[in-house]
């Protein structure tokens, strides 16, 4: 490993009160719900569709349900699968595997049965705590994948017995919401039955910092997804970060978190799951983002911090607009996965009185490696500063040792506690994926002399034609300046002289009845210049998009390649 120290020029930048450095952390992640509920035992950690869990009943369920996993014969080290919605039975899933020393691993429940049986290929658990209506997939493996604990959890046992949600929502509605998270099943150990065990004793061995705590698979937008190996320490110290980034929420004083991000992913955990826990926070859960369910509680808990993705923040401004209800006393909203607009964060932060700020993060970094400050120093169009403690530097992507001149694009590459230390059970991919100790992010990125950080694309996106470099989102963000131009993906199609060609699909905004393609292109050509402007604009009805909202461009290079033949 390089014992280069590279200059941090972004630490000048850095708002009052947040450090330069962290101390190391130390423990484990089963500390953090252990000191919150020591220092606030009946304050709030949880609430689901209104039903409160406070911070001491919640240890005690992960208590329980830790020792109830015991029995079936989980113990340290062994890989427990998580197949859950947002729901309290994921929260004490997630803390009694840690409790024991075992390995979580986070799934999507939305998944497809292929793509649900590939990560099971990938990590092989044989227990999993899975939502009820994944039950079937998961019983439907073939017998070398077999889970012999099969563990559903009905999500429908967690919300008030009231028929009135504490939501207020009608009826009707309240009942389609169950309903839609309820189904029966057998063959399987109901969750109950975990839960019922007598509390673990205080004497079982507890996980160490360097453990390995979560398996996190990547989202593979770029290629088949990849299992992140993440210890304690990774996550402990980017729960830490994001304390010290935001020094103006004070530690059990009323702070209220909205999980509507998914928690099985890396952003959605972090941020809405240990940082919540570590903060001593009221972590308000919602199963998926639902803007009426969001306004009802911001009327009497609003959100002191609001993990999000700009396709949410958009909804739930228009939802609150149409209402007339004020998003007034949401302190902190902060946006990853994709860029964020700054004609939504005008109106959404006049609405809010608070902050609407961009950072960046990866899977591999636990996620979280930059954010805009929480102040108005942040500059729009950037993902911000690298956080306290994250080394950064700007490299050669054909020569990832050798820096770039300053404020010259090039590829990122990250040193920080929290950046894990490589894929599980993939060497030849971990050793790609570092040089000289430092984590290959594939993302081309500009460093300005204030430390502020822009992302330009990302490197196996990058398009070349004619022995051109071309960034697809810098054609979009183009093309999404004509009024016909609802939404927008690039990607490159193979071309018989110039390698790639550059080629859009395109959404049009909903009052044009008539596409004129050419124009499209007309307009392309009076900003970018000639090599960039797309050989071919397609128009689509949608763009593939994850379930956090971003735009898959992978997916879309392929229905294109299906659609002309390019790829036979």
Known sequence: MTSYDPPRPWTASYPPGVPEDLEPVSGSLVDIVAASARDYPDAPALQFFGRETTYRELEEQIDRAAAGLKARGVGAGDSVAIVLPNCPQHIV?????????????????????????????????????????????????????????????DVVTAMPLATRLALKLPIAKARESREALYSRVSGTIPWKQIVAADPLPPTHPQPSTDDLAIIQYTSGTTGTPKGASLTHRNLLANAAQARAWVPQIVRGNGCVVYAVLPMFHAYGLTLCLTFAMSMGARLVLFPKFDPDMVLDVT?????????????????????????????????????????????????????????????????????????????????????????????????????????????????????????????????????????????RTGDIVTIDETGFVRIVDRIKELIITGGFNVAPTEVENALRQHPDVDDVAVVGLPSEHSGEEVVAAVVLAPDVTEPDVEAIRDFARGILTPYKVPRRVFVVDELPTSLIGKVLRRQVREKLLDLTGAGS
């Open 93 to 153: 899933a997630f803390y009694a595997i840690l409790r024991l020393g075992a390995v979580a691993i986070e799934h999507n429940p939305l998944y497809t049965p292929r793509e649900l049986r590939k990560q099971f290929e990938d990590h092989g658990a044989k227990t999993a705590i899975v939502w009820t209506k994944v039950v079937e997939t998961v019983q439907e493996f073939p017998a070398d994948l077999a889970v012999t604990n099969l563990i559903s959890v």
């Open 299 to 439: 009327k009497k808990h609003p959100a002191t911090f609001l993990p999000l993705v700009p396709p949410i923040a958009e909804r739930l401004l228009n939802a609150a607009h149409e209402k007339g209800i004020s998003l007034k006393g949401t302190e902190i909203a902060i946006s990853g996965a994709m860029a964020l607009p700054h004609e939504l964060v005008v109106p959404f932060e006049k609405a809010s009185g608070g902050y609407l700020v961009e950072g960046y993060g990866l899977s591999e970094c636990s996620p979280v490696l930059m954010a805009n400050p929480v102040a108005d120093t942040r500059v729009p169009g950037t993902v911000g500063l690298p956080l306290p403690g994250t080394e950064c530097r700007v490299v050669d992507p054909g020569e990832p040792t050798t820096d770039v001149a300053p404020g010259a694009p090039g590829e990122l590459v990250v040193r920080g506690p929290q950046v894990f230390g490589g894929y599980y059970g993939k060497p030849e991919a971990t050793e790609e994926a570092f040089v000289d100790g430092w984590y």
